[in-house]
Nanobody, 124 residues
Framework: QVQLVESGGGLVQPGGSLRLSCEVK????????MGWYRQAPGKEFELVAR????????????NYADSVKGRFTISRDSGKDTAYLQMNSLKPEDTARYYC?????????????WGEGTQVTVSS
């Protein structure tokens, strides 16, 4: 059974930094992308950052929500099937539950997997 396990969340003051990690546990082949979403109370899910993989021409391509560009960086260690989200200059509006995702592709279809999330609270 495949699981995505997030870690690294917590309470941080405005302007501070956190690094989230997401480890894929179990055998998961042909991961074509990993990403981070977040959901604040009373709000919809928001794509925070995404990184492609899988050996294609666009391997390593990243994209970010406008609200986090220049502050957050997504990366991936493909050898460990782990993704990271480095979050700097955190703001109170970054407070949310952050979820890791992984897209697996086979037989021409893409199958998304989600972790259970980790809470990030930015407050003084």
């Amino acid at each position: 059974q495949v699981q995505l396990v997030e870690s690294g969340g917590g309470l941080v003051q405005p302007g501070g930094s956190l690094r989230l990690s997401c480890e894929v546990k179990g055998s998961m082949f042909n991961i074509v992308a990993m990403g981070w979403y977040r959901q604040a109370p009373g709000k919809e899910f928001e794509l925070v950052a995404r990184i492609t993989s899988g050996g294609s021409a666009n391997d390593g391509t990243t994209n970010y929500a406008d609200s986090v560009k220049g502050r957050f960086t997504i990366s991936r260690d493909s050898g460990k099937d782990t993704a990271y989200l480095q979050m700097n200059s955190l703001k109170p509006e970054d407070t949310a539950r952050y979820y890791c995702t992984a897209d697996q592709r086979y037989s021409g279809e893409t199958y998304p997997y989600w972790g259970e999330g980790t809470q990030v609270t930015v407050s003084s």
